[in-house]
């Protein structure tokens, strides 16, 4: 049974370009969650999907966007990328539409390098 | 709003010993959840042990329980019988009902010695 899958594992680029991150979900997992981790930090929420409509969104700027596919995957972008979006960026997929039981299920993050 | 507090940004523990790692929050939701990950140095977020709200017995999964005192606010992670696989960060977490957001602490890393 696949867990959580995220690509890529690591990302360079440059302040000013753009990038999108992949995720797929475990298997019978129906939400996705996308999470942004500074270096010595928790986790914090940027948006859930969940039949393919952002369901709830963080503090983050327009930026930040993303999509959920049919088959429930999801991806992130993120434009005009600045030196303070270095960060991990952890995807997680929950059933249940995500309810406040259901415990969330994590990627191993894709470790994104702004310079 | 939802807020969760981890007091203790470093600990220490023998092998074999038992250890709590502190957790506090605070949110004006009478239904909600309580959660706890581990995070080793690879990254990955690992789920723990999960407390409901309305749950009156403290939550426990093998060597992990949770002492919730909901009066307080508070839901502390106790390890038993630490090994030296358990060295990792650790996350409180919390959900509130009707809604997939999860408010994370900011973490405890926990370092066990042989």
């Known amino acids: 049974d696949a867990g959580v899958t995220q690509s890529p594992t690591h990302l360079i680029k440059t302040r000013g370009q753009q990038v999108t991150l992949r995720c797929s979900p475990k298997?019978?997992?129906?939400?996705v969650s996308w999470y942004q981790q500074a270096l010595g930090q928790g986790p914090q929420f940027i948006f859930q999907?969940?039949?393919?409509?952002?369901?709830q969104r963080g503090n983050f700027p327009d930026r930040f966007s993303g999509h959920q596919f049919p088959n429930y995957s999801s991806e992130l972008n993120v434009n005009a990328l600045l030196l303070g979006d270095s960060a991990l960026y952890l995807c997680?997929?929950?059933?249940?539409?995500?309810?406040?039981?259901?415990?969330?299920?994590f990627g191993n993050g894709t470790r994104l390098t702004v310079t | 709003a939802q807020k969760i507090t981890q007091t203790q940004p470093g600990m220490f523990v023998q092998e074999k010993e038992a250890v709590t790692l502190d957790c506090t929050y605070d949110?004006?939701?009478?239904?909600?959840?309580l959660f706890w990950y581990k995070q080793p140095s690879s990254g990955e977020m690992i789920f723990l042990i999960y407390?409901?709200?309305?749950?009156?017995q403290n939550a426990t999964e093998g060597r992990y329980s949770l002492n919730f005192q909901k009066a307080r606010k508070s839901a502390n992670l106790v390890i038993s019988a630490s090994q030296l696989g358990d060295s990792a960060m650790y996350f409180c977490?919390?959900?509130?009902?009707?809604?997939?957001?999860?408010?994370f602490g900011d973490g405890t890393t926990l370092t066990v010695k042989p």
């Open positions: 997680a997929s929950s059933r249940d539409q995500g309810t406040y039981n259901s415990p969330l299920h």
């Open positions: 298997s019978g997992h129906d939400t």
């Open positions: 999907y969940y039949e393919e409509e952002e369901r």
């Open positions: 949110t004006s939701d009478q239904s909600y959840g």
């Open positions: 407390q409901g709200s309305y749950d009156e």
């Open positions: 977490a919390m959900s509130p009902k009707g809604a997939g957001k999860s408010t």
